[in-house]
């Protein structure tokens, strides 16, 4: 997708209110970011509607964002949720346009969960993701477990909920929990293991560990209390 700037808002019908009350709250140059869904997508950018809670949404409806830096061919898609990082410009209430600094499809890229272990060793589902492995063509869905924990805290976008909420909304996305685990991996703060069945992988922190099925059969996703490795789950659930 190539985008053009200056972004001039044609879209028909556009009727994006601005200059609501919080309009005062995002502060001229200031870094900011919120979460919303993708409404359109043209060759000069998104429109991207804002989420309820996030503080944009009481400055417009939607948002005109384009964003220079993406790459030839670059595309979100409508309905996708994304998290738009942007810097404050000096007219934002009342043109409602932002040139974004970065955009997410994987939720925010900055958060921390906590883990609390349950007295009882069993598997229980909480959401669902999907992916395009290297054998497909096609997203295949997959299923996301809690295996020997209670419940999972989420701190994201300086807000704490259970890590079903923040999935459930977007701001969080199973594909952000394994990229910030490869990160977490590559630079040495956690231990990880890659399995020769077509790349399933084991991470593990201090008060959990991550399990992702990646071996052409099964794709699911585990969120494990410590320990709890891809072949402990296999050995129960016959994976293999």
Same mark, same amino acid.
């Given at each position: ?138 997203? @295949?869905?997959?299923? @996301? $477990?809690? $295996? ?56 593990? $922190? ?14 699911d996703l585990y969120i494990n209390c410590p320990g709890v490795k891809l072949y402990h789950l296999s050995e129960m659930y016959g994976r293999y």
């Amino acid at each position: 997708m190539n985008f053009i700037l200056p972004f001039v808002l044609v879209l028909a019908g556009y009727t994006g209110a601005v200059g609501g009350e919080d309009a005062d709250i995002l502060a001229h140059g200031s870094a900011q970011s919120f979460l919303g869904t993708v409404l359109e997508e043209t060759e000069a950018g998104l429109i991207v509607i804002p989420d309820e809670e996030e503080a944009e949404r009481g400055i417009a409806e939607r948002f005109a964002v384009a964003y220079p830096a993406a790459e030839e061919g670059f595309a979100v898609g409508t309905g996708q949720k994304v998290v738009v990082y942007y810097t404050v410009p000096e007219n934002l209430a009342k043109t409602a346009e932002i040139t974004a600094d970065d955009i997410s499809t994987e939720g925010y890229r900055k958060f921390t969960l906590f883990a609390e272990p349950s007295e009882k060793k069993e598997r229980r589902l909480i959401g669902r993701g999907e992916e395009k492995p290297w054998w497909s063509e096609e997203m @295949i869905p997959y299923d @996301i $477990y809690y $295996y020997g924990l209670s419940e999972v805290t989420a701190v994201v976008d300086g807000k704490a909920m259970p890590l079903e909420q923040a999935l459930a909304s977007g701001k969080i996305t199973s594909e952000g929990i394994l990229h910030k685990a490869h990160q977490d991996a590559e630079e040495g703060r956690i231990h990880w293991d890659a399995y020769r069945d077509g790349g399933s992988l084991d991470y593990e $922190y201090e008060e959990y560990s991550i399990a992702k099925y990646n071996n052409g059969r099964e794709n699911d996703l585990y969120i494990n209390c410590p320990g709890v490795k891809l072949y402990h789950l296999s050995e129960m659930y016959g994976r293999y």
